[in-house]
C-alpha cells in the first residue's frame, strides 16, 4: 500500500488547497494516473498515482492540507481495510524519542520551535510586539527577514484600527444586491507579495524609444517563425535588449540583503515574465535566457502562457526570476505606468503599446513607431542616473538594426 501525502514544495508553501479529485473513492487507478489537483499559492498541481489499486480519499475536495498530511491512500482492499485513515504528519518513532535524555529532549523541541531569525530582526520584532513564532519566514530555509517583521506588524496595526462597518451597511441596505467572494490562493499570495513589494523604497524611470527597426524587422522574421509553429512578437528581442543592458548594469540583475547589507548580484539571466491568468497574475521564468535565441525564447514563453491557461504550469517554472518583464501594451492599455517590482528583485520593466507618434531624425520630423518604457526599481540598490544608464542602454540596442538582426 502506498500513501499520497502532501509534500514540502519549497518557496515557503505550508498548505495547499484540494482543488478537485479526478476520481472517485474507491476507484481503480493506474500508476502515474492524475488523480487529484492541489492548488498552492504558486500553481495548481496534478498529483499522480505512486502505484496502481484501489484509492480511498482521505482530504475532501475544498479541504485544506498542510504538509505532511494524508491525502490518500491506494492499494489492494485488504490493505486498505486494515489500514487506519489517518491525515495527520507521521509522528516520530517513541523508541528512538526515549533514547533520548528527557533534558535533551526538551532542549531539542525548544530549538524546533524556535523561529529562525539574525538578532537585529529578534530586535526589532521586540520594539514591534511582533510574535515571531507566528510568521512564516521568506529567507533561505524559512528564515524570518525584516520585511516579513514589518508586513506582520503592518498588517496587525491594520487589523486593530477601528475600521468604518461600511461592508455590514451595504449588507444591510442593498440586501441580496451585494456578495461576498472568498479569495483564492493565488489571489492571497498576490496580495502578499504585494505588501512584500512595497516594502521596497521603490522609484520610477519613464522614457520612450523608436521602436520603427523593431517593428519592421519582427514582422520580417514572423512568417518564418510561423513555419516553425511559434508565435513571434517584439518580447523576445526586448529580452535580449534587456540582458545586454544587465550585463552592463549589473546592480539591476540582483536583490538586496538587509541583513547584511549586501548587494547580491546574480551572474545569471533568468527572466521573468508577467502573465494574466484565470485565477490572477503569474510570473513564468525563462531560466539561462542569455544562452538562448529569439525563437528559443518565443517559443518558451508560448509553451508557458499555455500551462498558465490549461493550469499545468509546475512551481519550478515559475521560481528563480533575476529580472523582471511586464508586458502590459499586450493587453491594449496604458501609455505609462508604475509597475511593482517582484520581490525581492531590484527592478521590473514595463513595455507598452507601440504608438505611432512623431519622431525627429537628423533635425526632421517623420512618424515613427514609439514605445514607452518604465522602469521601477529599488532604490536602496540603485539610484536615479544608474536607472538612466541600464534605460538607455537598453534602447541604443532596440534601436539598433544591426543589432536586432544578427539575434536571427
Given at each position: 500500500?502506498?500513501?499520497?501525502r ?16 479526478l ?13 487529484v ?8 498541481v ?19 492540507v ?19 485513515a ?7 518513532q ?5 533514547q ?11 530549538a ?19 510574535d ?39 449588507e444591510?441596505?442593498h ?16 496580495a ?9 523604497p ?46 552592463e ?5 540582483a ?21 494574466e491568468?484565470?485565477?490572477?497574475l503569474?510570473?513564468?521564468?525563462i ?18 502562457h ?35 517590482i ?8 514595463g ?9 525627429v ?15 521601477s526599481?529599488?532604490?536602496r540598490?540603485v ?19 544591426d ?6
Open positions: 500500500m502506498k500513501e499520497i502532501f509534500v514540502d514544495v519549497g518557496e515557503g508553501i505550508t498548505e495547499g488547497h484540494i482543488r478537485k479529485w476520481v472517485k473513492d474507491g476507484d481503480q487507478v493506474k500508476e502515474d494516473q492524475s488523480v489537483q492541489v492548488e498552492t499559492d504558486k500553481a495548481v496534478n498529483v499522480p498515482a505512486p502505484i496502481s489499486g484501489t484509492i480511498r480519499i482521505a482530504a475532501q475536495e475544498n479541504s485544506t498542510h504538509v505532511g498530511d494524508l491525502v490518500a491512500q491506494i492499494g489492494t482492499p485488504a490493505e486498505l481495510q486494515s489500514a487506519p489517518q491525515q495527520q504528519s507521521p509522528q516520530p517513541v523508541k528512538q524519542q526515549a533520548v535524555p528527557a533534558q535533551q529532549q526538551q532542549q531539542t523541541a525548544i524546533a520551535k524556535e523561529p529562525m531569525a539574525t538578532p537585529s530582526v529578534r530586535k526589532l520584532a521586540h520594539d514591534l510586539n511582533v515571531l513564532s507566528k510568521i512564516s519566514g521568506t529567507g533561505p530555509n524559512g528564515r524570518i527577514l525584516e520585511n516579513d517583521v514589518r508586513g506582520m506588524a503592518h498588517g496587525a496595526e491594520l487589523q486593530s484600527r477601528p475600521l468604518p462597518k461600511f461592508s455590514e451597511e451595504l444591510q441596505q440586501g441580496g444586491e451585494v456578495a461576498r467572494e472568498p479569495m483564492s490562493m493565488t489571489r492571497k499570495a498576490i502578499k507579495n504585494m505588501e512584500l513589494s512595497w516594502t521596497i521603490r522609484a520610477v524611470h519613464m522614457d520612450m524609444l523608436d521602436a520603427t527597426q523593431l517593428v519592421n524587422i519582427v514582422a520580417a522574421k514572423k512568417p518564418d517563425a510561423e513555419k516553425q509553429g511559434v508565435k513571434l512578437t517584439f518580447l523576445p528581442y526586448i529580452t535580449k535588449a534587456v540582458i545586454q543592458a544587465l550585463k548594469n549589473p546592480h539591476f540583475n536583490s538586496y540583503d538587509h541583513e547584511k547589507q549586501e548587494i547580491i548580484v546574480k551572474k545569471y539571466y533568468n527572466i521573468g515574465f508577467a502573465a491568468a484565470k485565477d490572477g503569474k510570473v513564468v521564468v531560466k539561462n535566457a542569455d544562452k538562448k535565441g529569439v525563437m528559443d525564447i518565443a517559443k518558451e514563453v508560448q509553451e508557458l499555455k500551462k498558465i491557461l490549461d493550469e499545468t504550469i509546475t512551481i519550478e517554472e515559475m521560481r528563480d526570476s533575476t529580472f523582471t518583464i511586464t508586458n502590459i501594451g499586450s493587453l491594449g492599455g496604458g501609455f505609462l505606468s508604475v509597475p511593482m517582484n520581490y525581492p528583485e531590484v527592478a521590473i520593466l513595455i507598452h503599446m507601440i504608438k505611432d507618434m512623431p519622431v531624425k537628423d533635425g526632421a520630423v517623420m512618424a515613427g513607431k514609439v514605445l514607452p518604457i518604465s522602469l526599481f529599488d532604490h540598490v539610484d536615479g542616473a544608474e536607472a538612466v544608464k541600464f534605460a538607455n542602454a537598453m534602447i541604443k540596442y532596440l534601436e539598433d538594426g543589432f536586432l538582426q544578427k539575434l536571427g
